[in-house]
Structure formats: structure tokens, C-alpha cells
């Protein structure tokens, strides 16, 4: 079945850093695929997504490709801030089914 | 417009009692589902909702969690007994129907602890 693999946190960065979260999934055919992030004391938000191979999904600085290839979506910024510390989420959707999430990294960001 | 609400935000009960959570999806959205992450692993999906009827209700754990949602709008997630293995934050989730349905709109979420 469908599977999402992301990299083990917690990742500990300095402000401007540049960061990459990994993200690999295991699939058939062509699935939706979306970053969340959950920053402290609030829900899981919709940070990007890329509905078909070689998309760019990109929001808030954050960018993510859909790489057939290699079957990833690593997640990158190229100057973290403070306010970007939050958990990520990779996550794989089909329409009609629900999403299918890795296990979340954990990114603090310190000034 | 209200995003998607839940309540309460976090509980705490002792083994063997009741729990009941609560959803309210935005509105229009026909689509709800339930999701829940143990400490540290993965946000699995426990039930899937369009209108009143279950569409997939195949990651619920056990016959102690029961789902219901009444007219198709909120929904009540309840767990009877609870076990300490049910700890853990709940998620909703609600998505329009159609082509983008795929999209999803989370709660903040209901932090369960079973002492």
C-alpha cells in the first residue's frame, strides 16, 4: 500500500539558515502530495502541495518539487526564521481516500 | 468563514471511562474525517464521513470507538472504554466534495490523555 517516509527530527537550526526536510513515498500511480505544518498550540495547516509530477508547490518561502524519479518531496527553504519553528508533515492523498502522513519532523529555529 | 472546530481541546479521564469529542466541519464541507497521532508516530486515519454516511471506516482501532454524524454536519468521535493506548491527539478534517476534495482542513486538534 501507499507509504510516506520523512526524515527523523527534531532538525536544529540558526536564523537564515538553509533547510531540507526529506521526504520519499512508496506508490502506485499518481498520488496528490502535500506538506502540513503544525505550529505550537494550533492545528495542522496546509503549507504546500503538487498534484503531478514535476510540480513546484511553494508558500511562505517553503518550496517542494513532486519528483517521479525518486519518488520524493523534500521540503526546502533557503533562509529559515524563528516563526518557521513548527512540525512538518509529508503527506500523499487520492481524491476519495484519506491522506496518508509521515511521521512528522520537529524544526526549531533559534535567533 | 469559521474554520473547523473541535472541542474540547484537550481531556483527561482515567481507564475504563468515556470520552466524547466533538467536530464541526466547515460548513458545506461534505466531507469529514478523523485522524489521530499516538506520541511521536505517525497521524493515522480512523474514519471517513460524507454527509451522515460512512465512507471508510477502516482505520478505527477497535469496537470501543464508535463515530457518528448527525445531519451531515458535526461529528462525535466517542471512545468506551478507554485504554491507555487511546492517548493521543484527535484530528478532523473536512474537505468540500469534487475535484479538489483532496484538500483538507484540520482542526487544532483534541489532545486525549487516559491515566
Redesign the interface.
Known amino acids: 500500500g501507499d507509504s ?1 517516509t520523512q526524515m527523523e527530527g527534531p532538525v536544529t537550526l540558526s536564523e537564515e539558515a538553509f533547510l531540507t526536510i526529506n521526504c520519499t513515498y512508496t506508490a502506485t500511480g499518481y498520488p ?1 502530495l502535500f506538506w ?1 505544518v503544525q505550529y505550537p ?6 503549507l504546500l ?1 503538487a498534484t503531478k509530477a514535476d510540480d513546484k508547490g511553494s508558500n511562505k518561502g517553503f518550496e517542494a518539487t513532486y519528483r517521479k524519479e525518486t519518488t520524493s518531496f523534500h521540503l526546502e527553504k533557503g533562509s529559515v526564521q524563528v516563526s518557521d519553528s513548527a512540525v512538518y ?1 509529508c ?1 500523499l ?12 519532523t520537529t524544526l526549531s529555529v533559534s535567533s | 468563514e469559521a474554520g473547523v472546530t473541535q472541542f474540547p481541546s484537550h481531556s483527561v479521564i482515567e481507564k475504563g471511562q468515556t470520552v466524547t469529542l466533538r467536530c464541526d466541519p466547515i460548513s458545506g464541507h461534505d466531507n469529514l474525517y478523523w485522524y489521530r497521532r499516538v506520541m511521536g508516530k505517525e497521524i493515522k486515519f480512523l474514519l471517513h464521513f460524507v454527509k451522515e454516511s460512512k465512507q471508510d471506516e477502516s482505520g478505527m482501532p477497535n469496537n470501543r470507538f464508535l463515530a457518528e454524524r448527525t445531519g451531515g454536519t458535526y461529528s462525535t468521535l466517542k471512545v468506551q472504554p478507554a485504554e491507555l493506548e487511546d492517548s493521543g491527539v484527535y484530528f478532523c478534517a473536512s474537505s468540500q466534495a469534487g475535484v479538489s476534495h483532496y484538500e483538507q482542513y484540520f482542526g487544532p486538534g483534541t489532545r486525549l490523555t487516559v491515566t
Open positions: 510516506v496528490s502540513y498550540g494550533e492545528g495542522l495547516q496546509l502541495k508533515f503527506a492523498g487520492r481524491a476519495g481516500t484519506a491522506l496518508i502522513f509521515g511521521k512528522g
